[in-house]
């Protein structure tokens, strides 16, 4: 039996925004699977904002995506062939396979998901590489004390609404940045945030802060950069910790990006200011994920998925990351499972 696997690839790299002449729908015929692999068939593919930096030829902490070739990132898919020992037909798995239908991955591609413990979807966020980079960014560089406050921008998204849920866990208080009057009520009234500021209204976003960070800033974990994170700077407060994890604001400019200098401002404060990147932590994973799991299973996280459908509409979710449509993590659906009822 032939099967065809449908791919979406990077036809050109974007200047400013992507949009339709960025990506280009392919069709290959998929060969059969070796001993030692298995056939995976492409269940949800996660959509992230660092993927934008990936379609620049330009060198970073991850290689850049090439010309023609599928676009990589997270995905979950079930085993619907296997000539290998470790999987059999029924799994579920996730690895980085990316926007595509089907996949030929060998034995150490792939990790299993047993679909008991969450649901699978979670494994592509809260139990993902989003989870450990909320977990790691906050704990490690943002260290945050009970009593303390804690600001996240993007605070709506996959990683700030985890963050968010660590820092009240750890006794803080916080407040998040958003962009609707929705993802405002979903932090305050779901995820317990003391208070939230909805940036495209505010008219004046320091006394904003001001008003709602009474005792100034002692963490600020930046998803965005920009004008926020330039309002949240004169806030800070001495020692003040600023995990740096996105800058999402900036990723589709034309031009270089400028803004108030922060060397004073780190100065004056002995303030500490971080970048990270989750691959720093993978000898930790294991770590990160237990409490991670624990936490979920405590009723002490929670979380919420945006979810489309369609694998013809990944690239458009990919663009509504940049739009603010989503709520926390967006992913989209692209299969129903074959073997659901297989194990």
Request: proline share 3%; net charge negative.
């Amino acid at each position: 039996m032939v099967r065809v696997n449908n791919q979406i690839i990077l036809a050109e790299r974007p200047q400013g925004m992507p949009d339709s002449r960025t990506f280009d729908f392919v069709q290959k015929d998929m060969d059969d699977i070796k001993d030692g692999q298995i056939l995976i068939k492409t269940l949800y593919v996660s959509v992230d904002p660092y993927m934008r930096g990936r379609m620049e030829n330009v060198e970073s902490y991850v290689e850049p995506f090439k010309l023609n070739d599928v676009i990589g990132g997270a995905s979950i898919g079930e085993v619907i062939e296997s000539k290998s020992d470790q999987f059999e037909i029924g799994d579920v798995v996730t690895g980085d396979f990316g926007w595509q239908t089907f996949y030929a991955a060998g034995e150490n591609e792939v990790r299993q998901i047993d679909p008991s413990i969450a649901p699978v979807t979670a494994n592509l966020h809260l139990l993902g590489m989003t989870g450990l980079t909320a977990y790691f960014g906050l704990q490690d560089i943002g260290k945050p004390k009970e009593g303390e406050t804690v600001v996240i921008s993007g605070a709506a998204g996959a990683v700030g609404s985890t963050v968010g849920q660590i820092a009240k866990i750890k006794g803080a208080r916080v407040v998040g940045i958003a962009g609707s009057e929705e993802k405002i009520s979903f932090l305050k009234d779901e995820l317990n945030f003391d208070e939230g500021i909805n940036y495209k209204t505010s008219n004046d976003i320091k006394a904003d802060l001001k008003k709602a960070c009474p005792d100034g800033v002692d963490v600020y974990f930046d998803n965005v950069g920009g004008d926020i994170s330039d309002a949240v700077m004169t806030q800070l407060n001495k020692y003040a910790r600023i995990p740096v994890c996105g800058a999402i604001s900036s990723y589709n400019m034309e031009e270089q990006d400028t803004g108030p200098r922060v060397q004073q401002t780190l100065i004056k404060k002995s303030a500490l200011m971080q970048g990270f990147i989750v691959g720093n932590y993978s000898d930790r994973f294991t770590e990160g994920a237990e409490q991670l799991g624990q936490w979920l299973q405590e009723g002490r996280l929670t979380y919420q998925e945006t979810i489309r459908e369609g694998f013809e509409n990944i690239p458009e979710a990919f663009l509504d990351l940049f739009r603010g449509k989503n709520i926390g993590k967006l992913l989209v659906k692209v299969s129903e499972r074959e073997y659901g009822n297989h194990k």
